[in-house]
């Protein structure tokens, strides 16, 4: 089959099955050629098993796939993109070690006689970023990329194929509101270029906005497919849960003043920390905002002993601790849950059970120090139950769970220990909205027994909506405080070095 036959795809009585759990049971979908054609679901729902199936990144266990009413069955991403699929995941999966251009035009270099040629990819990259508006250097090293720019980096590379269809498992996750809209206009103009766009997403405003069609997915199984005409965001959620449910709503815990668990001061790292001071008290959210490359995550991942820094002293409960390393942060009572999942908090190849308990092993073992299956498996189903981890089954591989079972996991690790300090790094990046809800209850029990919490999260609604106090971050350095529940045009503006004097 050609490339440039690519358009329509059919999906007759999928299912795929892990660890005996139904992950898609007997779906059947059409999508039409030319169309956005949108998957949602809660998380576990199957949507992202669905898409991975079209874009031959896992085969089905039941049921055919069809191309313009061609039988198909992908064993590879490769195979599905020689038929003009490509798939953008919600787990970023580059090649770390190369280059951004390396990486958009792999396997498809512009070569002759064999021989890459490198200054025409290099002029190519410049037209497909000038085309699409993407800021991102082209001879960045992948493996020194934020995760926001790593989207950008796999959404330009799905672009460079020249697909025919493009499966996009939850591409705005990372992105900032202006670079969402960029990649809103970029699906549009696909659109009418004949191209299909397959997009998963937990955002429904974004799927009501751009989708032509919606497939809704509940358990593994469809519910219904229909125009976006006749959806809302109300029919959307009562579909996918059963039951129709009411808009987010943000439970913030009363705080009073209580001692100072963290204080940082005078963090300094040469070109990404400038003289960071704050502090936490116990029972506090502390809500971080700002823009990408602010350096959120930079302050978080130095707190917790995952970058070095150059300068100043971090206290927990009023004594200095010297943390070099993520070891060194758990030793001081120090919890950080990281953006990236996959890269930094699981390990995905390991059991539920294994993960759940990595952080405090010696709780779990024998008299003799020696693991005791039996105690683990038994702590590990009351964290599950705790945290309503889907499915609770101890030996389940983390690795086959949907996004939001998979941070429900990490919040499990860090329930079984107990931190004094916890900061969380888009917590509730690609989840449901119950799986969103029931994060921020952990956040608050965890709020609620003491522990000192800052929060970073790309959703300025999630920030305020939890944290007691909000500090903006800009260009390294912290540059505004808020008390609770600031108007989110002034953070917006702080954000962005706009407005005035700290609001205390």
Do not use: C
Not at 167 to 190: N, Q, Y
Not at 240 to 245: E, L, N, R, S, Y
Not at 255 to 284: F, M, N, W, Y
């Amino acid at each position: 089959m050609s490339m440039t036959a690519v358009s329509q795809v059919r999906l007759d009585s999928i299912g795929k099955r892990y660890s005996g759990t139904k992950a898609l049971d007997n779906v059947s979908v059409e999508v039409a050629g030319g169309t956005v054609h949108a998957l949602v679901g809660a998380n576990g729902a199957g949507k992202s098993t669905l898409g991975k199936i079209i874009g031959g990144v896992i085969r089905p266990d039941d049921g055919q796939m069809f191309v313009n009413d061609l039988p198909v069955r992908y064993s590879s991403p490769r195979e599905a993109r020689i038929d003009g699929i490509v798939t953008i995941s919600q787990e970023l999966s580059p090649m770390p070690h190369m280059t951004v251009i390396e990486n958009v035009y792999f396997g498809i270099e512009p070569r002759r006689a064999g021989i890459v040629q490198f200054r025409q990819m290099r002029r190519q990259y410049a037209e497909l970023v000038g085309q699409w508006g993407f800021e991102l250097d082209g001879n960045a090293r992948v493996e020194s990329l934020r995760t926001a720019d790593l989207q950008k980096a796999e959404i330009l590379r799905a672009v460079a194929t020249d697909a025919q269809v493009i499966v996009m498992d939850e591409p705005t996750s990372s992105l900032t509101s202006v670079e969402t809209k960029k990649l809103h206009r970029m699906i549009d103009v696909l659109r009418e270029r004949g191209k299909t766009i397959i997009y998963v997403s937990h955002f429904l405003d974004e799927v009501l906005g751009l989708a032509d069609t919606i497939t809704v997915l509940r358990s593994g199984r469809l519910v219904r497919t229909a125009p976006v005409s006749a959806e809302t965001e109300e029919s959307l959620v009562a579909g996918m849960f059963g039951a129709a449910a009411a808009a987010e709503h943000f439970e913030k815990q009363k705080h009073v003043t209580s001692p100072v668990v963290l204080e940082v001061s005078d963090l300094h790292r040469k070109g990404v920390l400038s003289d960071i001071s704050l502090q936490i008290r116990a029972g506090e959210i502390v809500g971080l905002a700002g823009l990408v490359g602010s350096g959120r995550s930079e302050l978080a991942r130095a707190i917790a002993g995952a970058d070095a820094v150059d300068s100043g002293t971090i206290a927990v409960d009023g004594t200095v601790r010297h943390i070099r390393s993520p070891a060194d942060a758990m030793a001081a009572g120090v919890a950080f849950l990281p953006e990236s999942r996959k890269d930094d908090g699981l390990f995905l190849g390991l059991s539920i059970a294994a993960n759940t308990t990595f952080a405090d092993l010696r709780s779990v073992a024998g008299r003799l120090g020696v693991l005791s299956l039996v105690r683990e498996r038994l702590r590990t189903r009351e964290l599950l139950d705790l945290t309503s981890v889907q499915p609770p089954n101890p030996s389940a591989k983390v690795g086959n769970l949907s996004g939001g079972n998979q941070q429900k996991v990490l919040f499990a690790r860090w329930l079984f220990r107990n931190p004094r300090v916890l900061i969380l790094d888009e917590p509730t990046r690609g989840v449901d909205v119950a799986a969103r809800a029931a994060i921020h209850r952990l956040i608050n029990k965890l709020a609620a027994e003491g522990t000192a919490v800052l929060l970073i999260s790309s959703e300025i609604e999630e920030v305020l909506g939890l944290a007691h106090r909000v500090l903006v971050m800009r260009r390294g350095s912290i540059t505004r405080e808020f008390s609770a529940d600031p108007p989110m045009e002034a953070v917006m503006e702080a954000a962005f070095g706009l407005g005035g004097r700290t609001v205390a």
